[in-house]
């Protein structure tokens, strides 16, 4: 994998990519090889704030995934080609909590400076923990709580900074 950590490289990586997220998803992962947990992501998005290209994520507390990033500074996201759908399906709709999900997948977990991404992905952004605040129900249309927040549970926002990304060659 090639390593990119100039900020320009970043960024136009991150002009590729905006639109793999709504339709071909992506993975949030935290934690170390020996303790991590991944989930799908559809709601995120790349952007630049305080003058730093970020990954925004929107995790409910519910989810194994969010006490990782919860206590980890950083997380790792990563992209894939779409033959593997079906396992980011098994990743976003099970729990690591219940079994060992990434096992029921074909991929293969891989130790990137003490982080987690996984061989097969084609681009792993790391990124360092900035912010995170739950979404305030007051603060959204009606429609949309009445559709996501009925039993009170809100998404937490996370901000990560994209420090590097490693891009398969």
Same mark, same amino acid.
């Given at each position: !994998?090639?390593?990119?950590?100039?900020? *320009?490289?970043?960024?136009?990586?991150?002009?590729?990519? #905006?639109?793999?997220?709504? %339709?071909? =998803? *992506?993975?949030?992962?935290?934690?170390?090889?020996?303790?991590? %947990?991944? !989930?799908?992501?559809? =709601?995120? @998005? &790349?952007?630049?704030? =305080?003058?730093?290209?970020?990954?925004?994520? =929107?995790?409910?507390? @519910?989810?194994? /995934?969010?006490?990782?990033?919860?206590?980890?500074?950083?997380? /790792?996201?990563?992209?894939? @080609?779409?033959?593997?759908?079906?396992? &980011? #399906?098994?990743?976003?709709?099970?729990?690591?909590?219940?079994?060992?999900? +990434?096992?029921?997948?074909?991929?293969?977990?891989?130790?990137?400076?003490?982080?987690?991404?996984?061989?097969?992905?084609?681009?792993?952004? +790391?990124?360092?923990?900035?912010? @995170?605040?739950?979404?305030?129900?007051?603060?959204?249309?009606?429609?949309?709580?009445?559709?996501?927040?009925?039993?009170?549970?809100?998404?937490?926002?996370?901000?990560?900074?994209?420090?590097?990304?490693? #891009?398969?060659?």
């Amino acid at each position: !994998m090639k390593k990119l950590t100039e900020r *320009a490289e970043i960024e136009q990586l991150q002009n590729t990519l #905006v639109a793999h997220i709504p %339709n071909d =998803w *992506a993975l949030v992962t935290a934690g170390n090889i020996d303790s991590f %947990n991944t !989930m799908t992501v559809a =709601w995120a @998005s &790349l952007g630049d704030i =305080w003058w730093k290209p970020v990954f925004n994520a =929107w995790v409910k507390p @519910s989810r194994y /995934t969010y006490e990782f990033i919860e206590r980890e500074e950083f997380f /790792t996201v990563q992209f894939f @080609s779409p033959e593997h759908k079906d396992d &980011l #399906v098994i990743l976003g709709t099970k729990s690591g909590r219940d079994c060992d999900k +990434v096992a029921e997948t074909g991929l293969t977990p891989m130790d990137i400076d003490g982080k987690v991404t996984f061989e097969e992905a084609l681009v792993t952004l +790391v990124c360092r923990k900035l912010y @995170s605040q739950p979404l305030d129900p007051a603060g959204l249309p009606e429609d949309v709580v009445n559709q996501y927040y009925q039993d009170g549970e809100v998404h937490t926002h996370f901000i990560g900074e994209i420090v590097e990304a490693y #891009v398969k060659e």
